[in-house]
């Protein structure tokens, strides 16, 4: 099997973000994340600032020249860089780079994190996103979410109860993620609209991001959410530069879209039309033998879910097509208890497996992390989380400058 489930090691506390002692793919024995208390230490920076790539000009139907597929990213060198590559963290639906940046609750965010331990960290605004550009005369209808969405599904599923696992979560800062929660509301004024167009919006950011990638060099992927499409289509195209994918609740599961009812019957899916027709994506992968069309990937539904509380997957039927260009690039898949992604994170990793792609899902709550929802990054032990990441990466991705 070449996917590992990272399930039975003791965590242990070690400082007051606590990071876990945690036995990851490729390491013989148990070793400890680097401290994770940056709160309040000053960062000993180098350089930062901000710079754009993929952009192009369009004309419009004026005849003047518009910039279009421009992204925004924002980097942070540390006076001492430990490691040879680069983080470059993508965020997901409605969201931007704020999600790394800062917590809710003002603590600091993952790319603080991550600076503080050694890492060039670079930060994105989606294409066609903030402070990229929305612009719907060049990328059509945009669309937002709602209050109420975002309660239910990423800062109080507890009290909707949606799936099994939602009554679960605990860590959303200052209580309970509602309207009135000052956390809530800084959440809340921290969303954005996103192109409607999700086909267009994984290619569009999978193209610019290529483009980062050509600009800065090797670099590891740290995606959440909907950019976890956009990261294995980046991986995909860019083989030799990506370093490793650490994708957090990738966008999900395969084929279908679920829709999550409560009750028994918790879910069923929205529609008989696959939306990621490619398996991972909407948008064109390398398979081997090729795919020309994704009607020429059979799907099969599992009989019978892996355990309790999880949907049932759709994988490949025979004959199964690997994906080659990923097959050697580290990959973890990270998920939390208390997340509707809880129910099927397990097909992304079993669909990788099939495909002949290694891969490690981190299942948080296998090592004793508790009650975080789908925005893990912004919830009360973010911290003790990035250590979990940290740990992965070192050992699993090789090179360092110590």
């Excluded at 980097?75 to 993508?90: A, F, G």
């Excluded at 993952?110 to 670079?122: E, I, L, S, T």
């Excluded at 994704?294 to 994988?315: F, I, T, Y």
Aim: proline share 7%; with cysteine; aromatic share 10%.
């Amino acid at each position: 099997m070449f996917r590992v489930h990272v399930s039975s090691y003791a965590v242990m506390l070690g400082c007051l973000f606590a990071a876990p002692f945690a036995g990851m793919a490729g390491a013989a024995e148990a070793e400890a994340a680097p401290a994770a208390d940056v709160a309040r230490a000053p960062l000993a920076l180098a350089d930062h600032g901000y710079f754009y790539v993929g952009g192009h000009y369009r004309q419009d139907a004026n005849g003047q020249q518009r910039m279009v597929g421009q992204m925004f990213v924002q980097y942070e060198v540390p006076l001492t860089v430990r490691h040879p590559y680069p983080i470059v963290m993508i965020h997901g639906t409605d969201q931007t780079g704020t999600n790394y940046l800062g917590t809710p609750d003002g603590r600091r965010g993952w790319a603080d994190f991550f600076v503080a331990h050694g890492y060039k960290v670079y930060v994105v605004d989606q294409a066609g996103r903030a402070r990229s550009g929305q612009f719907p005369s060049a990328y059509g209808a945009y669309a937002r979410g709602s209050a109420l969405v975002d309660e239910q599904y990423f800062t109080a599923p507890e009290r909707y109860n949606l799936w099994p696992q939602a009554h679960l979560h605990t860590q959303w800062p200052g209580g309970p993620g509602i309207v009135g929660n000052p956390g809530f509301d800084q959440f809340m004024s921290s969303q954005v609209e996103s192109i409607a167009d999700v086909p267009e919006t994984e290619a569009l950011n999978a193209a610019a991001s290529a483009e980062l990638l050509d600009r800065i060099g090797p670099a590891i992927l740290l995606t959440h959410s909907q950019s976890g499409t956009i990261g294995w289509k980046i991986a995909d195209e860019r083989p030799t530069l990506v370093k490793a994918v650490v994708a957090v609740e990738p966008n999900g599961p395969t084929f279908y879209d679920p829709v999550f009812t409560g009750g028994k019957n918790w879910y069923h899916y929205r529609t008989a039309k696959p939306e990621r027709p490619w398996g991972l994506t909407r948008v064109p992968l390398t398979y081997d033998p090729p795919v020309t069309d994704p009607s020429q990937l059979s799907r099969v539904e599992q009989n019978k879910a892996e355990g309790p509380d999880l949907m049932r997957c759709w994988l490949q039927g025979k004959p199964v097509h690997t994906l080659p260009n990923l097959r050697n690039i580290p990959i973890a898949i990270v998920t939390s208890e208390a997340s509707f992604r809880a129910t099927y994170d397990q097909c992304t990793s079993d669909y990788l497996t099939q495909a002949g792609v290694p891969n490690t899902h981190i299942r948080l709550a296998d090592l004793g992390i508790h009650g975080n929802g789908h925005m893990m990054m912004l919830e009360r032990n973010s911290d003790q989380i990035a250590g979990v990441i940290a740990n992965w990466l070192g050992h699993n991705v090789g090179g360092s400058n110590r």
